[in-house]
């Protein structure tokens, strides 16, 4: 009988595999054709500088409209693309449109006078390639893009590679004037040293630590450290997925200067991001 359960069992993980293997190949099957047939989209969501609660910038962030599945999320589809070197062309993709519709944003008329930086996430498989920091820098100049504009997020799982490369890498960038900002900050592995020694511009604090700020004192110690730090550090500091009044109201009295989160906007389509620009007084629950 045990043996009997034992090989069904077998037999029901095996399936479940096969299931899997499956629609993996499908998934990187269909993302192989994703860019050529332009079912990818960037949504775009605000960052608020606290004091003035103006919208200063903007984050790319990724989304295929699958002709079948619908939306798919980047967390359905980073690693896949990673993993088959996908992410390569994707990125290459994503960084050329970020910067073509910013700079679009900044020559229509549309009370967008203070958006100054547009963010675009990094994959440490993008960021490994040798060529990295070359495509970068020809895709600002083709696109008319004033460099300082641009942020690029790096995630500490990227910089802790091959140190000595990440920092070359990681200063042509910022002599090139483009803005460096440390992802998910607090949830790697890097040290004190790592930040001492890594050019970068902003920091921005995982969306774990600000979730139970106000209720979890240790999360709010942790929060006034980071704070305290990066101002010794002279980064500018982001504070990631903000949605209540008080998390904000606790960042803002600790000298945190820009957050993102659902408080002001989730990330939302071009034309929806348009319509935050120009009704931006309504539009931001910190008001
Ligand atoms: P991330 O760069 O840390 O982006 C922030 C994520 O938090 C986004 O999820 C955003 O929608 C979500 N978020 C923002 N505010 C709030 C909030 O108030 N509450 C909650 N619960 N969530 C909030 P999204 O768009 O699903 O992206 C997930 C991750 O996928 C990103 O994390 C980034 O690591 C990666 N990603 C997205 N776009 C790209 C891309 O173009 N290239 C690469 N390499 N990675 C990307
Ligand atoms: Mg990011
Ligand atoms: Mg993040
Ligand atoms: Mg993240």
Redo the contacts with the bound molecule.
Sequence with gaps: QAKKEGRNTTRFYQEEMDQWIKKRLFLENALRSAVKNNELE??Y?PVIEMKTKLIIGA?????WNHPELGLI???EM?EI??ESGL?VG??EW?LREACTQFVRWRAENLRQSHIDRIA????AV?FRQSDFVDKVIRTVAETGLVPSMLEL?L?ESTVIDNIDIVIDKMNRLRHAGIGISM??FGTGYSSLGYLKKLPFTTL?I??SFVRDIVSDTDDAALVETILSMASIFKFDVIA????TIEQFKFLESHGCQYF????CS??VQVKHFEELLVHEIQSCAAQ
């Design positions: 960037l949504y969501q984050e790319a962030l990724l989304r999320m980047p967390d980073i693309a990673e992410i994707i990125g994503v675009v996430n990094v994959s993008q997020e995630t992802d998910d921005k995982d969306r990631e997925g903000v949605e993102q989160g659902y408080l989730k990330p």
